[in-house]
């Protein structure tokens, strides 16, 4: 019977975290929607200064005008409020941890948080005018370039979503390592198994073209070495520190 009130409880306490989540996802967007088209100018203005004068991108669908600035404002939103939400699980999860545990996952958790708006970020900020320019370079000569709004937001979507979760390699690493699954020495050994998973990897998260392929699996084995560099600090001191 307390097995079932705690497990009750436990329900209850989580729907409340939960719709406290769509709240401030809510709240967020509603502040912004009035903003939608200056959101969506902001991200594409990059791309629109590499068109040629005269150029401009187009909507192939009735309700693409609207609805893609509306859907971007929602995402924008959701990124703005995942601090909090975040905030919510961790409240929601580290009751049942204990103090030692709290300590060493709390630094972990802030800084997937951080990793994921610096990979995103990098995205938007950096790799995407890049690629722009690279694919107006390339475009055969007597092409007008007028890309639509839809497939650009969701061609942005996945690049920025791609660079997030790639950015979260060092804190996989440490993890990894950390928890005694897999030793330093033997990440080092299958260094080239790694390589190779980092452009597979690249290739499933962004747009199929070779230059976004190489600006993330790049990235992702430098920060793989950043991860794997700060695990072998972490255990080397822990040996010291039982040997003192």
């Keep these: 019977m307390a097995d079932e009130t705690s497990l009750i409880s436990h329900l209850i306490e989580l729907r409340m975290r939960l719709i ?16 939608s088209s200056e959101i969506y100018h902001l991200i594409a203005n990059p791309l629109l200064e590499l068109l040629p004068q005269g150029g401009s991108m187009i909507a192939t669908e009735v309700a693409s005008p609207f609805l893609t600035p509306f859907k971007l404002t929602l995402i924008v939103a959701f990124y703005l409020a995942m601090p909090y939400m975040l905030w919510q699980i961790w409240q929601f999860i580290s009751p ?25 970020l990098f995205a938007l900020v950096v790799v995407s005018p890049l690629l722009y320019a690279f694919f107006q370079a390339m475009s055969p000569e007597g092409v007008v370039v007028m890309p639509d709004i839809t497939r650009f937001l969701d061609f942005v979507i996945k690049l920025a979503f791609g660079f997030g979760i790639a950015f979260e390699v060092p804190v996989i690493t440490f993890m990894v390592v950390k928890s005694g699954l897999v030793e330093v020495a033997t990440l080092r050994r299958k260094r080239p198994f790694i390589i190779v998973a980092a452009f597979v990897f690249a290739t499933l998260l962004t747009p199929p073209d070779v230059i976004s392929q190489l600006l993330l699996a790049v990235p992702v084995l430098v920060l793989f070495e950043a991860g794997l560099f ?14 003192a």
């Design 230 to 243: 700060l695990a072998a600090r972490s255990a080397q001191s822990g040996r010291e520190e039982e040997e």
């Design 96 to 120: 049942g941890l204990y103090t030692k545990e709290k300590l060493a996952a709390l630094p972990l958790f802030i800084a997937s948080v951080i990793l994921f708006y610096v990979g995103t």
């Design 20 to 35: 406290r989540c769509c709240i401030s996802v809510l709240a967020v967007f509603l502040l912004l929607v009035g903003f």
